[in-house]
């Protein structure tokens, strides 16, 4: 199984970015799909879950400004990020969980955002 995750980079407050995670070598279907970030110095938190039906749930400090979404057909989650402030500035790691099965967990992507 491999989480192969992209997107991230260096941008202004006020910038957008798009994160991509997609899963290859997974048999089953794919049940919950998590975006989480890890700030310097802090502990890992949750941003982002959509279930398999299409149902998701935010951290406040995100809401209004994320969305997240998926492509079932590419086994693939995304986060839509707008309106991006410093404290947005973390690594950004995904989290896929099949069906009846363990999670797994992306390699992480950098996010800067400078002011």
């Known amino acids: 199984v491999q989480l192969q995750a992209s997107g991230g980079g260096l941008v202004q407050a006020g910038g957008s970015l798009r994160l991509s995670c997609a899963a290859s070598?997974?048999?089953?279907?794919?049940?919950?799909m998590a975006w989480y970030r890890q700030p310097p110095g802090k502990q890992r938190e949750l941003v982002a879950i959509i279930t398999s039906s299409g149902n998701t749930n935010y951290a406040d400090s995100v809401k209004g400004r994320f969305t997240i979404s998926r492509d079932n057909a590419k086994n693939t989650v995304y986060l839509q990020m707008n309106s991006l402030k410093p404290e947005d500035t973390a690594v950004y790691y995904c989290?896929?969980?099949?069906?009846?099965?363990?999670?797994?967990w992306g390699q992480g992507t950098q996010v800067t955002v400078s002011s």
């Open positions: 070598g997974i048999i089953s279907s794919i049940n919950d």
């Open positions: 989290k896929v969980t099949p069906w009846g099965r363990s999670a797994y």
